[in-house]
């Protein structure tokens, strides 16, 4: 079982997309920077004045890197701390280091928050002999002794803690995202078959009238069909794989048209209304069924979640080669509707970026929360 952890915990990658520098850290910086400049200039129980300044200088400076290189950080700073306990330990001055380079507890938890694994067991091997080093060369009693491991490895935890919090969150979304996927696929498999089978039917019905027609005819009749089979045998298969019970029912999905019946469905507190302008005809697949399932998740977050609203404002508009869809309700003032994590948002989000669209949502300018569809008429493949 120990094996099987450690080979997991090499195999883990670096966190994703770690901040650079953040205004705290310039301003952790100068904190620092001014301490050990205070405590080289007024304390007198300095050792080595001059290097333990240089040493305190040089932490705070390595802090900056701590997210984006930690191994780098962790091993640059613990190696010179191990380096110094060795020197503390062989000539038996007094330890070298000021009070300010207390922020090397930091490092800990950048490790532990952003390195793979095989960083995280490079570096906290460091952590530790700098840790037994320390305690070696100058030995304050066992009661200390564990206060002080506890105190610099805690926060190694917390980086850890951290970063499965992190994980988890970016799993889930990501579990969001493909039941998005896999009901758009439904919905455009079944659109697309709806259309698919009428062409096979023509074609079969051409076939039969076809004695009377040139030869020429027959042929393409023959080829339409032949495609338009091959067509659905490749959806079936695709789809089939995504759904739980294996089947594809020709199930037209709705659209655009249904928004009226979706409105009335909703009941009237808050009252929906719903607005339809411009061309909304030949829309293309998966479109339609996008648009209504976007207008219904909204409607459900509004009726849910809008505090004291009372109506709710479904805008569709057609203008040129592009769709806008505007849901707004006038409840108070509130954050993401829906669960804290938001998952409704990002199946939304998920569903217009797949067909090539923008989503936006938040509080409204004076009242309410307001979503934001902009959806081209023909589906654009990302």
């Known amino acids: 079982m120990l094996r099987n952890a450690v080979r997991s915990l ?15 850290d310039w301003v952790l910086l100068g904190g620092l920077l001014i301490a050990a400049v205070l405590e080289g200039v007024f304390r007198e129980d300095v050792v080595w004045r001059p290097v333990s300044v240089v040493l305190a200088v040089a932490t705070a400076f390595a802090l900056l890197w701590r997210r984006t ?18 020197v503390v330990l062989i000539s038996g001055i007094e330890p070298l280091g000021l009070y300010s380079m207390l922020c090397v507890v930091l490092l800990p938890y950048a490790l532990l928050r952003w390195g793979s694994g095989r960083e995280v067991l490079i570096g906290l091997a460091f952590v530790v002999t700098a840790l037994v080093s320390g305690t070696a060369a100058d030995f304050p009693g066992w009661g200390e002794a564990v ?68 030869e020429a005819a027959v042929d393409a009749l023959t080829i339409i069909e032949t495609e338009g089979t091959r067509t659905l045998a490749e959806l079936r298969t695709m789809v089939g794989l995504l759904r739980d019970d294996g089947t594809a029912a020709l199930v037209p999905q709705p659209g655009v ?41 909204s409607i459900t977050n509004a009726v849910r979640h809008a505090r004291q609203a009372t109506r709710v404002d479904v805008r569709l508009t057609s203008y040129g080669d592009s769709l806008r869809l505007t849901v707004r309700d006038d409840g108070e003032p509130t954050s993401a509707p829906g669960n804290s994590l938001g998952y409704g948002l990002a199946g939304m989000t998920e569903r217009a970026t797949l067909l090539g669209g923008t989503f936006t949502a938040g509080p409204a300018p004076d009242r309410g929360w307001s979503v934001d569809v902009v959806l081209p008429r023909t589906a654009v493949r990302r």
């Open 10 to 24: 090499l195999r883990e990658p670096r966190a994703p997309d770690p901040p650079r520098r953040v205004w705290r």
């Open 69 to 86: 290189h930690p191994l780098q950080v962790v091993v640059g700073v613990f190696s010179v701390l191990i380096l110094s306990n060795f």
């Open 147 to 214: 206060a002080g491991s506890m105190f610099l490895l805690f926060p190694a935890a917390l980086g850890h803690a951290a970063r499965y919090r992190r994980t988890a969150r970016l799993r889930e979304l990501d579990q969001v995202r493909l039941r998005e996927r896999e009901q758009l696929a439904r919905e455009l498999h079944d659109t697309v078959a709806h259309h698919v089978s009428a062409i096979v039917i023509r074609a079969q019905a051409g076939r039969a009238v076809a004695a009377t027609r040139p």
């Open 257 to 297: 048209a249904d928004l009226e019946r979706l409105a009335a469905s909703a009941g009237d507190h808050p009252r929906v209304r719903v607005e339809l302008s411009g061309d909304l005809d030949d829309l293309g697949p998966g479109v339609g069924a996008a648009i209504y399932r976007i207008a219904q998740e």
